[in-house]
Every structure is written in C-alpha cells, then in structure tokens.
Nanobody, 123 residues
C-alpha cells in the first residue's frame, strides 16, 4: 500500500502562485510514475501533468503548459506541482496519483490516489 497526501492548496488571487506537494508513505515513489489531476465541480477529472520514475515528462495539459511544472524529489519521497500565473479556471480539487505501468498511467489508470487538496483562484 502506498499512501499519498496532498498539501499546499488554498485561496489565491489570479496571477498568483502556489506549490502543491504530494508526500508518499508505505512505498518509495522511485518505483512509480507520478501524476497530478484536477476536478472542478460538475466536471470530469482531467489530467494536468505526469512524470516518469526518472523525471522525464509523460504528459502536460495544453491548458497549463508554460504555467505549471511537475517535479519529483525521490530522496524526499515527494512530488510537486508548481503553479504560476493562476487563473480562475484553475479552481479545482487537485489530486496526486502513483502508477506502476506506463501503458496504464497514460490512460489515467493509476494504482494509488490521494484525497485531494482544494485550490481556489479569485479574479
């Protein structure tokens, strides 16, 4: 079992920045591809960005490219999402996920999920 706990969400004005953290326990994240997802009220969950075990990009949403950056620190067993130039449309619950098989993670089929952290961007 791998337990993922997100933190760093909150309320920020448009144009501001936040850094989300995803801390893992019960396993070493070096064994997993990692991804960030988000879900706004009444909408489907969407993939934001994903990163391989070794730090290569797996996916980046066009809507956040150039503004958000996914990174990982395997020594700290933590993955991050740096969010800059935030827009009101970025408001959502953000989830961290871990996946062991590349073909499945590409499809959004991850093995472990966190419970999410709320990000609210005001205009």
């Amino acid at each position: 079992q791998v337990h993922l706990v997100e933190s760093g969400g909150g309320l920020v004005q448009a144009g501001g920045s936040l850094r989300l953290s995803c801390a893992a326990s019960g396993g070493t994240i070096s064994s997993y591809h990692m991804g960030w997802f988000r879900q706004a009220p009444g909408k489907e969950r969407e993939s934001v960005a994903a990163i391989t075990r070794t730090g290569s990009p797996l996916y980046q949403s066009d809507s956040v490219k150039g503004r958000f950056t996914i990174s990982r620190d395997n020594a700290k067993n933590t993955v991050y999402l740096q969010m800059n130039s935030l827009k009101p449309e970025d408001t959502a619950v953000y989830y961290c996920a871990a996946g062991s098989l590349g073909i499945k993670t590409i499809r959004g089929e991850y093995d472990y999920w966190g419970q999410g952290t709320q990000v609210t961007v005001s205009s």
